[in-house]
């Protein structure tokens, strides 16, 4: 499976604004597709938003959308996902995912994954 690697996470007041970064390692297909999920303290992992390689598809979830972007370096082999308006409410590990073919936003249909980053937004 592909590795992917986190980073651009830290501690941030509301109202401020962190962009991600996932760097894919190792060999990925023509046609591959990332997202963004995070997963809070007792809760289940949810999705944030996906993007692919190919095509037009990018996109965020409601619960973030007009507050965070999902966007793609081909060149660089990149995704990023900035996130700005943060609130305490958006605190949560948040990892990269991958999988091959087009975007999801179910966790169960990604099985490549990084580590983790994590966003924590004070109050």
């Known amino acids: 499976q592909v590795q992917l690697v986190e980073s651009g996470g830290g501690l941030v007041q509301a109202g401020g604004s962190l962009r991600l970064t996932c760097v894919p390692s190792?060999?990925?297909?023509?046609?591959?597709?990332m997202g963004w999920f995070r997963q809070a303290p007792g809760k289940e992992r949810e999705f944030v938003g996906a993007?692919?390689?190919?095509?037009?598809?990018?996109y965020v979830a409601d619960s973030v959308k007009g507050r965070f972007t999902i966007s793609r370096d081909s060149a660089k082999n990149t995704v990023y996902l900035q996130m700005n308006s943060l609130k305490p409410e958006d605190t949560a590990v948040y990892y990269c995912?991958?999988?091959?073919?087009?975007?999801?936003?179910?966790?169960?249909?990604?099985?490549?994954w990084g580590q983790g980053t994590q966003v924590t937004v004070s109050s």
């Open positions: 995912a991958g999988r091959r073919g087009s975007t999801s936003r179910s966790k169960d249909e990604y099985f490549d």
């Open positions: 190792g060999r990925t297909l023509s046609y591959y597709a």
């Open positions: 993007t692919s390689w190919s095509g037009g598809s990018s």
